[in-house]
Every structure is written in structure tokens, then in C-alpha cells.
């Protein structure tokens, strides 16, 4: 069965630097979303893409955070000058055609800023 | 702004018990409502997709309805299993998608 794979599923970095998260939607997947969950909260939606375009974002997704597509089947999220509260589990989804289908979520990468 | 509220947060039965989570929402305009499961340390997995249209949706022993007017869904999980323990979340989706916190369901052997 198709899934929703992120890399890596772990990564170290020091307070401000740069760090690009991976993901790879399910293949024939439009519309791509980004979310975080810190430790012990709730899942919280970062952004939605669609087209190559930002679909929706979050008051959480300011210009530290930016995704793009580079190719036919990655997706990124690049979070800019790291701060010890970027320390979470973020996860990459997808879903089929519309943005109120049902969305298959990876198994995350789980960032510690330090 | 909405506002996804679960209760309980965590519940405790032992096998064979059926059960009952609940999930209430802020805002009725909402374009679907969607169950997870979460495991520890790991994603989400999609269990139930009840669209704003719908009443309910079924999937093996669960079942997810949806009473949009009230702003309440509820997730009953018939015969658990000690498999069923993890972590169930329920998301709405308007312009995005708003999780609660979650019913934390352990099912004793």
C-alpha cells in the first residue's frame, strides 16, 4: 500500500541553524500539508500546497518556515535559524485530489533544536 | 477561532468492552471530521473520514458519527482489543485542519 515517507526521522541541530525536512507524498497525491506536534500538545497544521502554491498556512508558518517542491515527488520544509521551540515532531501528509479528503500522514521527523 | 475539545483524555477498559470517545468542535462549518490513531513515538493513521454531509461512517468494529449542528462526534469502538491501545485524535477541517488533544485508550488483556 502506497505511504507517506519523511527523512530522516531524527535530527539533531543548534540553535540557529538551518534545517530542510523531507518528505515523499503518496505518488499520484495533489495536495501536500505540513503539521507539528510539540511534545505533550496537539497536532497543529503548519501549511497546506497545492499547484506548486501555498494553499493555506497557519498564524505558526511565518518567514522562518518556507516548503517547496523541488521535483516530481519530494516535498520540503525548511525551517530557517532554528529556535529551541521549533523542537518537535513534525509531520508531512497527503491527500488525493481535494484538501477535505482523507489525508495519509508519514511517520514524522522529530526535530530537537539545542 | 475553533476549537477541538476530546474527552476523556484517557480511559482505561479491559478487553472485550465496548466504548465510547467523544469529540466536540467550536465552529459546526466545517467540511469533514476525521478520526487517528496514534501510536507512540510514530504518525497518524486515518481510521474514519466523516464528511459534513454525512451522519456517520463505519470501518470494521468502528464506528464515527457526526452531529454537525451540535458540534459533537463521537468514535465507538465495539469489542476492544488489546491492540486498540494507542492514542485517538479527531480532527475538523474548515480552512485547515484542527486536532484535539486526544483520548488516550489502553485496553487490559
Known amino acids: 500500500e502506497p505511504e507517506v515517507t519523511q527523512t530522516p526521522s531524527h535530527q539533531v541541530t543548534q540553535m540557529g541553524q538551518e534545517v530542510i525536512l523531507r518528505c515523499v507524498p503518496i505518488?499520484?497525491?495533489?495536495?501536500f500539508y505540513w503539521y507539528r506536534q510539540i511534545l505533550g500538545q496537539k497536532v497543529e497544521f503548519l501549511v497546506s500546497?497545492?499547484?506548486?502554491?501555498?494553499?493555506?498556512k497557519s498564524e505558526i508558518f511565518d518567514d522562518q518556515f518556507s516548503v517547496e517542491r523541488p521535483d516530481g515527488s519530494n516535498f520540503t520544509l525548511k525551517i530557517r535559524s532554528t529556535k529551541l521551540e521549533d523542537s518537535a515532531m513534525y509531520f508531512c501528509?497527503?491527500?488525493?485530489?481535494?484538501?477535505?479528503?482523507?489525508?495519509?500522514f508519514g511517520p514524522g521527523t522529530r526535530l530537537l533544536v539545542l | 477561532k475553533q476549537e477541538v475539545t476530546q474527552i476523556p483524555a484517557a480511559l482505561s477498559v479491559p478487553e472485550g468492552e465496548n466504548l465510547v470517545l467523544n469529540c466536540s468542535f467550536t465552529?459546526?462549518?466545517?467540511?469533514?471530521l476525521q478520526w487517528f490513531r496514534q501510536d507512540p513515538g510514530k504518525g497518524l493513521t486515518s481510521l474514519l473520514l466523516?464528511?459534513?454531509?454525512?451522519r456517520e461512517q463505519t470501518s470494521g468494529r468502528l464506528n464515527a458519527s457526526l452531529d454537525k449542528s451540535s458540534g459533537r462526534s463521537t468514535l465507538y469502538i465495539a469489542a476492544s482489543q488489546p491492540g486498540d491501545s494507542a492514542t485517538y485524535l479527531c480532527?475538523?477541517?474548515?480552512?485547515?485542519?484542527?486536532f484535539g488533544a486526544g483520548t488516550r485508550l489502553t485496553v487490559k488483556p
Open positions: 465552529d459546526s462549518a466545517i467540511y469533514n
Open positions: 500546497f497545492y499547484n506548486n502554491e501555498i494553499s493555506e
Open positions: 466523516i464528511q459534513s454531509s454525512q
Open positions: 480532527a475538523v477541517m474548515d480552512n485547515d485542519m484542527r
Open positions: 501528509a497527503s491527500s488525493l485530489l481535494t484538501s477535505d479528503e482523507t489525508q495519509y
Open positions: 505518488s499520484n497525491h495533489l495536495y
